[in-house]
């Protein structure tokens, strides 16, 4: 089982639309939970932490259930330039600190 | 945020030789740097985490002899992969620790396309 399970993309939505972005960790040890964004061919770059009391930015809302272990993304209103991949990562304080990363789901929004 | 620089972005070089990719903390001192490696269309996979004067711990599964890593100063680690072969084309990426959280700041990644 992987550490980190994302739902499988891609996700094609038109713009203006909500879509929730899903993912599940196995490690109970996790300790600290983010949301990246990547676009094609390029590095991963931090979006959003996730906190278990959720937070919001802007369109973006993350939730975290630690007894369930799952973590969620919405974005609301999506737009053109939202379309790329969404990872979710958890960090590990009990592996020496490190970010295990999600497969992804990717996002075309479409006009 | 924070920059992190990799060098090539980009190389392409014939099976047997060997490839080295510098990743450098341009504004802040990192202990600790970290190699990925993405394969399309898949997650990014750690394969090391180095520390600064001591040697790099590796991930199950990934070679220390192939992918030699050397993390010299507090702001340079290099990876070295070593006789490179087509299985190893893949987009490697450098992620720096630094700053009062210890944040990830990721560098832009170098495509490696072996022949």
């Known amino acids: 089982r992987k550490e980190v399970e994302q739902d499988p993309g891609p996700f094609n939505v038109p713009e203006g639309a909500t879509v929730a972005f899903n993912c599940t960790y196995s490690n109970s040890a996790s300790q600290s939970f983010f949301w990246y964004r990547q676009d094609c061919r390029k590095e991963p770059k931090l979006l959003m932490s996730?906190?278990?009391s959720g937070n919001e930015d802007g369109r973006f809302t993350a939730q975290l259930n630690r007894a369930s272990q799952y973590i969620s993304l919405l974005i609301r209103d999506s737009k053109l330039s939202d379309s790329a991949t969404y990872l979710c990562v958890v960090w590990l304080y009990n592996q020496g600190g490190k970010l295990i990363f999600g497969q992804g789901t990717e996002l075309s929004v479409k006009p | 945020g924070a920059v992190v620089s990799q060098h090539p972005s980009r190389v392409i070089c014939k099976s047997g030789t060997s490839v080295k990719i510098e990743c450098r903390s341009l504004?802040?001192?990192?202990?600790?740097m970290f190699w990925y490696r993405q394969f399309p269309k898949q997650s990014l996979m750690l394969m090391a985490t180095s520390n600064e004067g001591s040697k790099a711990t590796y991930e199950q599964g990934v070679e220390k002899d192939k992918f030699l890593i050397n993390h010299a100063s507090l702001t340079l680690s290099t990876l070295t992969v070593t006789s490179a072969h087509p299985e190893d084309s893949s987009f490697y990426i450098c992620?720096?620790?630094?700053?009062?959280?210890?944040?990830?700041?990721f560098g832009p990644g170098t495509r490696l396309t072996v022949l």
């Open positions: 996730v906190y278990s």
């Open positions: 992620s720096a620790a630094g700053g009062r959280n210890n944040e990830q700041f």
């Open positions: 504004d802040f001192q990192a202990t600790t």
